[in-house]
């Protein structure tokens, strides 16, 4: 059982939630995300809450429930403040820059490496950072992975490109007798 989803999420100021059809929709001053729920777990909006409520008692849709939750959770802090990630770009020679809807990479391979922003996402490229915002967190963490599995930073020198706050655990190299 889940203990997120046996609470009521309350719904802030300046955000409309509406569900109906299997779709829920949350609007705020920041924009709008609409999200599919499968209909085995009921959602009700009453009273400035959201109350869900598992309709039968297995496995897969207790874990659905609490999943469920968070997801509903995360929208609703989406549309009221940006979700932001950063990436560190280290080594020489690397760098990373945005030219219209793309973010161009050099990173020590024959060609550069380039990436088309999705909608919704700002992107930005200072130096050897790259800060990735927008509203839906999803989106936000998959784009930011997907950059970061270009070149995982390795641990010998720590080059690569690594979560801002991610600590490289460094290997001794090889000792020179």
């Known amino acids: 059982m889940s ?18 059809a299997g779709v829920l929709t949350v609007k705020g001053p920041l924009g709008e995300i ?12 009453v009273n400035n809450e959201i109350i869900l409520t598992p309709i039968r008692q297995s496995l897969d849709i207790l874990a659905l429930w609490g999943t469920y939750a968070s997801h509903i959770r995360n929208m609703m802090e989406g549309v009221n403040k940006f979700y932001e990630k950063k990436l560190i770009v280290e080594g020489i020679g690397f760098k990373s820059d945005i030219k219209g809807k793309e973010l161009h990479l050099a990173l020590g391979f024959s060609h550069p490496v380039v990436r088309v922003i999705p909608e919704g996402l700002k992107v930005t490229a200072e130096k050897n950072v790259i800060a990735v915002s927008g509203i839906d967190v999803e989106k936000v963490g998959q784009f930011v992975a997907q950059i970061r ?6 641990p010998y020198k720590g080059k690569g490109i690594r979560y801002i706050d991610e600590v490289i655990r460094r290997k001794q190299g090889k000792k020179s007798v």
């Open 3 to 20: 203990r997120i989803a046996k609470k009521p999420i309350a719904i802030t100021e300046k955000t409309d939630v509406n569900y109906t």
């Open 34 to 45: 609409k999200k599919t729920f499968r209909p085995e777990i009921k959602i009700e909006v």
């Open 149 to 154: 599995s270009l070149k995982k930073p390795e």
